[in-house]
């Protein structure tokens, strides 16, 4: 991963420098130093009331401390300070820049001030087809300012003056931040595991992909397995997220073994490689569905639909209908469609002479045909419970 230090812990790449805070600094007047000797009226006193303990008698001739001097101070010269204009601020959160105008009506903006504005705001929205979140400054039913905020991080601001609206635009001031969790495999699945650890949801098919080369995730990882992920989220100055964040480290360890990797990218070139920049590519990716669990290995056993042994000859992963199934590794199609018992069938022919097949699927991708390439990692289609199956 480019961007940051040559550390191998990602840990550090999630600590920030600290920011110092400004306080301002207030000049009191300098305390008074009082010195206590023998002459002054503290001293006196406390050596009268020593000799009056013991009994003795003796008068002391005290001068009274003059009086303090008290210097004039002029009043200050108060400059009265104006009003804040009175008005209100709504914030709007549109699903799309088209339902501006709508929007200002809706929140009771006078017909002139929509026009005016929604024509000096098109240039600026033209780019931002995603959420626009529209914060509205009113002063009764006229519109004195609208700032709006894209989803990209950059911003623009429209004012009104004189009846008319000018737009002024702000690119986006993004700071990307890193976080690292770390968590254990429970008895359910990788997938809630990593949810409960904190890891984005949408970051589980990309953990599991980048570790589909060294492990089997059905057969290979156990409860109490330790992993760990570091991904990379873009933030505005308000600390917003911004855009999706993305998988930057992944790391399994298990009884057995243990694989750490990390996403580079540079001059093009992009993949996960372990700490001595070697590729975790190889031939056949070994699980092709994400968060599958093997309902039935290869080898002799009694047909779940048939009631008689019979060798299965593939492996059966089980998940949702739904699930994406991906090929394997690159090839050319060599089947497409349905089968029979299979279902919906597709058939991959490897470069090294390997096939893998895929069956009972609930669809096939559309460019999936016999004759077409598909590269490994390309989702071909969806688990599901077509021809002679139990589940899907």
């Known amino acids: 991963m480019s ?48 000799i009056l303990a013991l009994g003795g008698i003796a008068a002391f001739a005290m001068r ?19 009003a804040a204009p009175t008005g209100t601020r709504r914030t709007l959160v549109l699903a799309r820049a088209a339902d501006l105008g709508a929007a200002l009506r809706d929140a009771g903006v006078r017909d002139a001030d929509v026009v005016g504005v929604a024509a000096a705001a098109a240039p600026t929205m033209a780019g931002h087809p995603g959420e626009v979140r529209a914060t509205l400054s009113l002063a009764g039913a006229a519109l004195t300012r609208l700032d709006l905020a894209f989803s990209d991080g950059s911003s623009a601001a429209i004012v009104g003056a004189a009846g008319a609206f000018t737009a002024t635009s702000a690119a986006a001031a993004l700071d990307t931040r890193i976080a690292v969790v770390r968590g254990e495999m429970d008895a359910d699945s990788f997938y ?41 989220q873009a933030r505005d100055a308000d600390g917003r997220a911004i855009g999706q964040p993305k998988l930057v480290f992944a790391s399994i360890a298990t009884a057995a073994k243990s694989r750490t990797l990390y996403w580079f990218e540079d001059a093009g070139e992009a993949g996960w490689f372990d700490g001595n920049g070697a590729s975790t590519v190889r031939a056949l990716m070994r699980t092709p569905v994400d968060g599958a669990r093997v309902s039935s290995q290869f080898g002799m056993r009694t047909h779940p639909v048939l009631g008689y042994q019979k060798l299965h000859k593939g492996t059966d992963f089980a998940a949702p209908t739904g699930t994406p199934i991906y090929a394997a590794g690159s090839a050319t199609v060599e089947f497409s469609g349905p089968k029979g018992p299979n279902g919906n069938f597709v058939k991959l022919r490897h470069s090294n002479g390997w096939e893998t097949l895929y069956l009972h699927m609930v669809r096939i991708d559309p460019g999936v045909v016999a004759g077409a390439s598909v590269t490994q990692g390309q989702e071909i289609g969806a688990v599901g419970t077509t021809g002679r199956s139990t589940g899907p």
């Not at 009274?64 to 104006?82: D, H, S």
């Not at 595991?193 to 290979?220: C, M, N, T, W």
């Open 3 to 50: 961007g940051h230090d040559d550390s191998f812990d990602p840990k550090t790449w999630a600590a920030t420098p600290a920011v110092a805070a400004t306080v301002p600094i207030v000049s009191a007047p300098p305390a008074r130093r009082t010195t206590v000797d023998a002459r002054s009226p503290v001293a006196v006193a406390g050596l009268s009331a020593a």
């Open 64 to 82: 009274a401390p003059p009086a303090p001097v008290v210097a004039a101070v002029a009043p200050l010269a108060v400059t009265p300070v104006a």
């Open 192 to 232: 809630s595991s990593a949810v409960a650890a904190g890891v984005v949801d949408s970051l589980i098919p990309a953990f599991a992909s980048a570790l589909a080369f060294d492990f089997d995730f059905q057969r290979e990882i156990r409860p109490g397995d330790v992993f760990e992920a570091a991904f990379a």
